[in-house]
């Protein structure tokens, strides 16, 4: 008898827990709807919890500070005095290249975005290159107030 109702339990469990899976992956399609890309903007202080949004969007994310935290990086152990931090950059110039050059390329990209889209802070997410949202770090938040708003919009449309 304990093991019937075990078993009926865990069926019961089971089935409650694929509904409760088709709910959430109806609830992700319909959160990213319409939205084909976000990109965020924040400091490396600033956790970004990407959600579903990365399988749903083409999703970037642009550290604002990363120029600085490179400039950091390449500073450690160099040299006090001018020359010789001069030949010791000369020396790692090529590893340097090789370890950084895609952080400071995605960075420019990132600072250059911002400019554009005339962001005033941080953290901002803007969705489909057109709308900002200011304060947000969870992209998961950001597409239910971006719904949010398309859904008023057309509500005062109406």
Do not use: C, W
């Amino acid at each position: 008898m304990r093991k019937v109702l075990t078993m009926l339990l865990l069926a019961l469990a089971a089935g409650a827990g694929t509904g409760a899976h088709a709910q959430i992956i109806a609830s992700s399609q319909a959160r990213y709807q319409g939205i084909t890309h976000v990109e965020v903007f924040a400091n490396s202080a600033m956790p970004i919890r990407a959600g579903q949004a990365a399988q749903r969007t083409q999703l970037q994310i642009f550290r604002v500070d990363d120029v600085q935290l490179i400039e950091e990086e390449i500073n450690v152990g160099v040299p006090a005095s001018e020359a010789a931090a001069m030949a010791h950059l000369q020396r790692q110039e090529a590893a340097i290249r090789r370890k950084y050059q895609a952080r400071i390329q995605q960075a420019s990209t990132g600072m250059s975005r911002a400019i554009a889209y005339r962001l005033s802070r941080i953290p901002a997410v803007v969705i489909n290159q057109k709308f900002v949202l200011y304060g947000i770090t969870d992209i998961d938040a950001a597409a239910d107030l971006f719904q949010q708003r398309q859904a008023n919009l057309q509500g005062d449309g109406q």
